[in-house]
């Protein structure tokens, strides 16, 4: 792609690095800016800078949170002994949107994935077994999407905590194999919460 302006081409090129975003739709997108009143630009760069400076995670489950306690975790009236881990807040905000569910999450951060270089020491792993050690929790649910990584997180956190006194379930598998659960709709995805199985059953099958 040539361009006629060096700031344009620097503005693309940040652009095209976001995830699904080729230079075509940089340009595109860059090209709107420009049309638009500054005060567009402004407002969306400072809103990106201002959540990248100033972000926080839950210090309990590590969610997103603008405060040291995620909305989820300090409300009294969810039941914290009962966790469904995780991956991201995609999977928060897909299970929140149920409404089928009144436990804690516990966000590990990723999945185990030596392809990507992402080994357990990299992810919200040691802090959820510290909970479990602690018998903060009756009940670990696994709900990562079921593709290898998933199967691979899960069972290595399995392994470090089955010996404690935890009931671990894992989400019924309405969804397909594969499946990532924010594509999954709401009612499967609600269902498949509240008829989660023992997680043994979902190792020998
Ligand atoms: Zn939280």
């Given at each position: 792609?040539?361009?006629?302006?060096?700031?344009?081409?620097?503005?693309?090129?940040?652009?095209?690095?976001?995830?699904?975003?080729?230079?075509?739709?940089?340009?595109?997108?860059?090209?709107?800016?420009?049309?638009?009143?500054?005060?567009?630009?402004?407002?969306?760069?400072?809103?990106?800078?201002?959540?990248?400076?100033?972000?926080?995670?839950?210090?309990?489950?590590?969610?997103?949170?603008?405060?040291?306690?995620?909305?989820?975790?300090?409300?009294?009236?969810?039941?914290?002994?009962?966790?469904?881990?995780?991956?991201?807040?995609?999977?928060?905000?897909?299970?929140?949107?149920?409404?089928?569910?009144?436990?804690?999450?516990?966000?590990?951060?990723?999945?185990?994935?030596?392809?990507?270089?992402?080994?357990?020491?990299?992810?919200?792993?040691?802090?959820?077994?510290?909970?479990?050690?602690?018998?903060?929790?009756?009940?670990?649910?696994?709900?990562?999407?079921?593709?290898?990584?998933?199967?691979?997180?899960?069972f290595?956190?399995?392994?470090?905590?089955?010996?404690?006194?935890?009931?671990?379930?894992?989400?019924?598998?309405?969804?397909?194999?594969?499946?990532?659960?924010?594509?999954?709709?709401?009612?499967?995805?609600?269902?498949?919460?509240?008829?989660?199985?023992?997680f043994e059953t979902s190792l020998k099958?």
């Open positions: 792609m040539e361009f006629s302006s060096k700031l344009l081409e620097n503005a693309v090129n940040e652009m095209s690095q976001l995830p699904g975003i080729g230079k075509r739709t940089a340009l595109r997108l860059v090209l709107h800016l420009l049309k638009r009143p500054e005060e567009q630009t402004q407002k969306l760069s400072s809103s990106l800078l201002k959540m990248r400076e100033t972000i926080n995670f839950c210090t309990n489950c590590h969610n997103i949170s603008d405060s040291q306690l995620c909305e989820i975790c300090a409300n009294p009236r969810r039941d914290s002994q009962i966790v469904c881990v995780v991956e991201d807040i995609r999977d928060v905000m897909a299970i929140e949107n149920t409404s089928q569910y009144r436990g804690h999450y516990h966000v590990l951060g990723g999945k185990i994935s030596p392809m990507d270089g992402v080994g357990p020491s990299d992810l919200n792993i040691t802090s959820l077994v510290e909970k479990v050690k602690d018998g903060k929790i009756n009940e670990i649910i696994f709900a990562l999407s079921s593709t290898m990584e998933g199967d691979t997180t899960n290595y956190i399995y392994r470090q905590i089955e010996n404690f006194n935890v009931v671990t379930t894992t989400i019924a598998r309405g969804i397909s194999v594969g499946d990532e659960l924010e594509y999954a709709d709401e009612v499967t995805l609600g269902r498949s919460i509240l008829h989660r199985i023992p099958s």
